[in-house]
T-cell receptor, first 115, second 116 residues
Framework: AQSVAQPEDQVNVAEGNPLTVKCTYSVSGNPYLFWYVQYPNRGLQFLLKYITGDNLVKGSYGFEAEFNKSQTSFHLKKPSALVSDSALYFCAVRDGDNAGNMLTFGGGTRLMVKP | KAGVTQTPRYLIKTRGQQVTLSCSPISGHRSVSWYQQTPGQGLQFLFEYFSETQRNKGNFPGRFSGRQFSNSRSEMNVSTLELGDSALYLC???????????????FGPGTRLTVL
């Protein structure tokens, strides 16, 4: 079984400040980790992924995430938030030891960036 | 390349009816997955198809079914609709080339189903 926890329903940050959206996961096999963003009335857009290699991964729109195996975490970060970053963010995990593309998502974190 | 397309975008049905949703993946993508998104349950995996075969299935009742055609297009069907089936149904495709893949999934805009 696999699961993802996003402990914060909402994160508020001022424009220009750094932001962090937290994610912890549980998976029996090799963790493949993903971050997606959803804007109102839209599908999910891929931001970044961790499969293997460097623990710090960089993605779209200046976002990055750090994989921490000992803490089973994959927090999303950005050095300087923009108002346009306001959206719903989802962390997801896939078991890399199993065939297929089944993603398990966290409950989502709403990011509000205020001018 | 065109993105993942889903039709229809909006649908209103009544309890007891059945519905079919369609998904056209990105050209060349052979894996298609379906997810249900609701405010209460969040994003939940329904099933995945690869080369016309169901590879994985989520924890949903048998009223939910799907299929994939030889051109990788996929449909999902929900029979005997219940009020709780009201949701945004998302389709995602991936350029899966083998049993495991490093590739991310690309999502369509979704079909919003309302059951009255």
């Amino acid at each position: 079984a696999q699961s993802v926890a996003q402990p914060e329903d909402q994160v508020n940050v001022a424009e220009g400040n750094p932001l962090t959206v937290k994610c912890t996961y549980s998976v029996s096999g090799n963790p493949y980790l993903f971050w997606y963003v959803q804007y109102p009335n839209r599908g999910l857009q891929f931001l970044l992924k961790y499969i293997t290699g460097d623990n710090l991964v960089k993605g779209s729109y200046g976002f990055e995430a750090e994989f921490n195996k000992s803490q089973t975490s994959f927090h999303l970060k950005k050095p300087s938030a923009l108002v346009s970053d306001s959206a719903l963010y989802f962390c997801a995990v896939r078991d890399g030891d199993n065939a297929g593309n089944m993603l398990t998502f966290g409950g989502g974190t709403r990011l509000m960036v205020k001018p | 390349k065109a993105g993942v397309t889903q039709t229809p975008r909006y649908l209103i049905k009544t309890r007891g009816q059945q519905v079919t949703l369609s998904c056209s993946p990105i050209s060349g993508h052979r894996s298609v997955s379906w997810y249900q998104q609701t405010p209460g349950q969040g994003l939940q995996f329904l099933f995945e198809y690869f080369s016309e075969t169901q590879r994985n299935k989520g924890n949903f009742p048998g009223r939910f079914s799907g299929r994939q055609f030889s051109n990788s297009r996929s449909e999902m069907n929900v029979s005997t609709l219940e009020l709780g089936d009201s949701a945004l149904y998302l389709c995602a495709s991936s350029p899966l080339t083998g049993p495991t893949s490093y590739n991310e999934q690309f999502f369509g805009p979704g079909t919003r189903l309302t059951v009255l």
